[in-house]
């Protein structure tokens, strides 16, 4: 089964969409197996956003990302990295769908909730970013017979 990353950004924690967000993923039927409030450093932010460091808005989203601590999940799934992006919605909020967490709790390209790793090889990358090993946790989902077929997982 696969894992990814999501961050619960300063707007969703500044908002209160801590719970609704996080009870969004519990519902789909992923199952978290990591998860911690940190303040992130210049250091882990000029790594975690390196594709857009030489942009002219990278201070800006330094600036909002460190506003407030965050909250980082592990999601484990089958084929969770998709099914978490399909969950987040586009990038610009506007254009988000709803029924995604962005079109449905935002308006904007930057205050956006959520931040969700975009391939496989990506989520290992960020999930040992944000992780120790033992802050990743190995238990049973009991529900899983009802989550999907046997032959799925
Ligand atoms: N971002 C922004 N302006 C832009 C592009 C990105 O403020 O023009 C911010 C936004 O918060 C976004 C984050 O930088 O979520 C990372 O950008 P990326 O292109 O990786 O989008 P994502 O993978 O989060 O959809
Ligand atoms: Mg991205």
New binding site residues.
């Given amino acids: 089964m696969q894992k990814t990353l999501v961050i619960l950004?300063p707007s969703a924690v500044q908002r209160g969409l801590i719970g609704e967000v996080i009870t969004r993923f519990e519902k789909k039927g992923l199952q978290l197996v990591g998860m911690k409030m940190v303040s992130l450093t210049d250091e882990i932010l000029e790594e975690h956003?390196s594709?857009?460091k030489e942009?002219p808005?990278f201070k800006?989203?330094k600036d909002?990302?460190q506003a407030s601590p965050v909250v980082v999940l592990a999601l484990k799934g089958v084929d969770a990295v998709e099914v978490v992006?399909k969950m987040?919605g586009?990038?610009?909020s506007r254009d988000a769908l709803a029924g995604t967490i962005r079109g449905d709790y935002s308006m904007?390209?930057?205050?956006?909730i959520?931040?969700?790793s975009?391939s496989p090889e990506t989520a290992q990358i960020e999930l040992n970013r944000f992780f120790s090993e033992i802050e990743i946790f190995n238990y049973p989902q009991l529900m899983l017979p009802n989550v999907y077929a046997n032959d799925e997982y």
């Fill in positions: 950004k956003y594709h857009l942009k808005f800006r989203i909002t990302m992006r987040t586009v990038t610009n904007s390209v930057q205050e956006n959520v931040h969700a975009d």
